[in-house]
């Protein structure tokens, strides 16, 4: 941002972006799917989890502000391989990422005019070809238009927790816990996707006027924002019944406000998932040419002429691949975040990992706390984490390779 600092309500703005995002359109569902009612503990324990993560990343960024990220943290004290391993962490989870979100909004889509997976899957397809598009063609999504975006899905989601909580029935809450601790467990292993992005903290350290506290004051006031939202929709959608639907948000507004709320969902679910996965093609894309130049992709994607590009069009064809995969084996929005979030949880137990030996006092036992919660978490995700261990493992070839053509 040129010319500008932000204040701490801006950043905190951008910060509910980073970790509120169109996931949450579908997410109570799938949790209810796995824990029952019982999902709400899920809900309770992961928000838990984010106040030692939030604060961790929140005090690296205040000593070391600037753009750098996660990679910039891991890198001093694990070396080059370990930020070759986090780079593709994030690069890998992109495609995944985007293709469960564009079928979250195509779902949102397809509810509101009646129509099935098919349309939901074409409308996903449609979603991704025209971010994939507008980034080709050097369009992005202005900070002001996402900034607009992520309010309206604050709003939305406090109107339905709202309009919904007059029809909360105990009922809905029994039996509590079908799937026992298993299920809970289970539930935490796809909410994760909700509660990843505390280290986008990281990227905003250097942009606010106040470098001492205005990071620490935004994220406090994020951590404050995104409990009461998602808890309210956790427990709300769970009172009355929403959970059991594949678009609970629609389910909740239409509790208070009748059917007009299917029209209104699908058009802003569309325009909410098309920002997000925009924004996140664009970063990856970004991401990408960075990782040529450290070694961890080829060089050719390094070039200052076009790797930029390159890496966008390696990304779309990756992305093609898992949607193809994902039509032809019916694969469903659950696994696809599940994956995400493995990769993602990993991401964040490195980056509070690395937090270990770089902060002192009170903030370096914050950190160990943080990182033994994520690791935790991280383990939720179950055999899912063999995702993130397959990128690490090609990383790791890659930089090899490189290293040893180098040499030669």
Known sequence: MTGHRLGAWQGTALLVGAVLGPGMLVLPHLAAVSAGPASVLAWAGLLALSVPVAATFAALGTLRPGGGGVAAFVRPVFGPRAEAVVGWWFYGAVPLGTLAGALVGGR?????????????????????AGAFAANAAG????????????LTLVGLLTVAVVVAAPSVSTTHFTPFAPYGVAGVADAAGVLLFAVVGWEAASHLSGEFADRRHGLVRATRITLAVVAVLYLGVAVVATGTGATGSPVPLTALLETGVGPVARPVTGVLALLLTFGAVNTYIAGAARLGAALAAEGALPRRFADPAGGVRRSLALLGALTGGVT?????????????????????????????????PTLTGSRRAVAVTATVFSAVATAFCGWYLLVPLALALAALAVLGLRVRVATT
């Open 108 to 128: 949102y889509v397809a509810a509101s005019l009646g129509g099935g997976s098919g349309l939901a899957s074409a409308v996903a397809g449609a979603l991704l």
């Open 139 to 150: 369009l992005r999504v202005s900070g002001r238009l996402q900034l607009v975006m992520v």
């Open 324 to 356: 193809a995969v994902a039509l032809v084996s019916g694969l469903d929005v659950d696994p696809l975040m599940r994956a995400t979030s493995a990769c993602l949880a990993a991401v964040t137990t490195a980056g509070t990992a690395a937090a270990i």
